[in-house]
């Protein structure tokens, strides 16, 4: 009988060891899953099951698969702590996300205190950085302060003698970036004729729309999403006000046409090179049109985000904060977005933004 009791207790034993050094692996995005922002968080929960899917069928991370959680944050700050401290609760070990910067750099300071690694594929602000919570905090995109520079100088040189007029949101992402375009095109020469915030979530923009055409305005800049975006270049058109429209990032989203219908045409906007375009993307490309999903805007960044922190848990052999951020800040990692290494500040080595443009529906790279 002991040594039968023995020989269950070495099983039991066993059983358990195996189980845990054999465990899941819990990873979690979150981003606006509701809310007027939530195509956004569509794309972003679309590229996580994506990867997570594909890692877990290629025999998953160290022999571990992985399990992913979603959070829905809404864009708003302090929704994005009480999802950060409930992710924490749920012993995540990466966190791709969030979406908007104004949840990203408060959330960071909780994934930072408790150990998680964070990649947010989509938070642009420099601040997320530049005032980084801790050294396990990564981006794949790139920063307003590049997006601004390309931005303001374009318009310096294409608008030179038109008078401009820069709209911003209030928000971390929309303000940031606004001003870092307003100060990129004062320099190479240009200054607005118009400088206005707005507030998000309205549906009348009139009496902007009103200034914007006493002032005669050739060009209109909007640091914000696109939601707004598209209603005030809609309700631009209803008073007869032809002025071009350029944004940012926050325009790669098909929603973006769905408001502004074909008002939208000619539209001008900066983001990174297209990943879709990448021959390395193509078999993600494919199955996620399979799906019936197109990989716009933020999607394969999300994949991408997986993809790096997967890799470099491999390389550092566990999923232990110190060792997967040392092999972050360290490695070179192949993605859907291409090679990329993160620098010192957790910011991604990637090529910058680009003009994209708004034609039949769709966006592609502008050729002037």
Not at 53 to 63: H, S
Not at 83 to 105: D, E, P, T, W
Not at 233 to 250: E, K, T, Y
Not at 302 to 307: E, M, R, V
Request: charged letters at 20%.
């Amino acid at each position: 009988m002991k040594k039968a009791l023995l020989a269950s207790v070495a099983l039991a034993f066993g059983a358990t060891m195996s189980s845990a050094a054999f465990a899941d692996i819990t990873i979690a995005t979150a981003g606006p899953m509701t809310g007027q922002y939530a195509s956004f968080g569509a794309q972003m929960k679309a590229g996580a099951e994506q990867a997570v899917a594909d890692i877990n069928a290629a025999g998953g991370v160290n022999g571990e698969k992985l399990i992913l959680e979603i959070g829905d944050d809404a864009c708003d700050p302090k929704q994005a702590v009480a999802v950060a401290n409930q992710m924490a609760s749920k012993g995540i070990k990466l966190m791709a996300g969030h979406f908007c910067s104004g949840s990203s750099i408060p959330a960071s300071a909780v994934y930072s205190e408790e150990g998680i690694i964070q990649i947010s594929p989509a938070s642009t602000n420099p601040k997320f950085t530049d005032e980084r919570a801790g050294p396990g905090i990564f981006r794949v995109c790139g920063r307003d302060d590049q997006q601004g520079q390309v931005a303001g100088k374009f318009m310096a040189e294409t608008f030179k003698g038109k008078k401009v007029a820069i709209l911003h949101d209030k928000s971390a992402y929309g303000k940031g970036l606004a001003d870092e375009t307003k100060k990129y095109m004062n320099e190479a020469g240009l200054n607005e004729a118009v400088y206005e915030a707005y507030t998000a979530g309205e549906k009348d923009y009139t009496a902007i729309v009103s200034k914007l055409k006493s002032e005669g305005v050739d060009v209109v800049y909007i640091g914000g999403y696109h939601t707004e975006a598209g209603l005030i270049l809609r309700q631009m058109r209803d008073q007869g006000l032809n002025a071009l429209l350029i944004s940012g990032d926050a325009l790669v989203t098909d929603e973006f046409w769905t408001i502004t219908g074909p008002a939208g045409e000619g539209t001008l906007m900066t983001f990174s090179p297209d990943p879709r375009k990448n021959e390395v993307a193509k078999p993600v490309v494919d199955a996620l049109r399979a799906k019936g999903i197109e990989p716009e805007g933020y999607v394969l960044y999300t994949y991408a985000a997986i993809q790096a922190w997967a890799e470099a848990v491999k390389n550092a052999g566990s999923t232990d904060t110190e060792a997967v951020t040392k092999a972050l800040d360290d490695g070179s990692f192949f993605t859907v977005l291409g090679e990329l290494e993160f620098n010192d500040k957790g910011d991604v080595t990637l090529p910058g933004y680009v003009f994209y443009e708004w034609k039949d529906g769709k966006y592609d790279y502008y050729t002037p």
